[in-house]
């Protein structure tokens, strides 16, 4: 089992950049696919990024070339980089470890991101 908190969501205009950030303590951080999803109001959530510990990566047609995940497996933590920031990437992010072993999915508390002018 993994233990998941993301920080660094907030308020930001249209065109700029926050970096989203998640610590993960418990199990190997090293066995899981990490990966950030997001919700709106009323929407399913919706996975944006996804990175395996070998280091392929996959993302979401809209936040392609704008997005990038990375994750730091000394420091059990993953991270997303969003830059070019629209107002329809405004949603709750939340940071997602999933095992390859036992299938299962952990999620964390989740972070709003705001995107307004």
């Known amino acids: 089992q993994v233990h998941l908190v993301e920080s660094g969501g907030g308020l930001v205009q249209p065109g700029g950049s926050l970096r989203l950030s998640c610590a993960a303590s418990?199990?190997?951080?090293?066995?899981?696919?990490m990966g950030w999803y997001r919700q709106t109001p009323g929407k399913q959530r919706e996975l944006v990024a996804a990175?395996?510990?070998?280091?392929?990566?996959n993302y979401v047609d809209s936040v392609k070339g704008r997005f990038t995940i990375s994750r730091d497996n000394a420091k059990n933590s993953a991270y997303l980089q969003m830059n070019s920031l629209k107002p329809e990437d405004t949603a709750v992010y939340y940071c997602?470890?999933?095992?390859?072993?036992?299938?299962?999915?952990?999620w964390g508390q989740g972070t709003q991101v705001t995107v307004s002018s």
């Open positions: 997602n470890a999933f095992s390859l072993f036992t299938r299962s999915h952990y």
């Open positions: 418990g199990s190997m951080f090293s066995d899981y696919v």
């Open positions: 990175l395996t510990s070998g280091g392929s990566a």
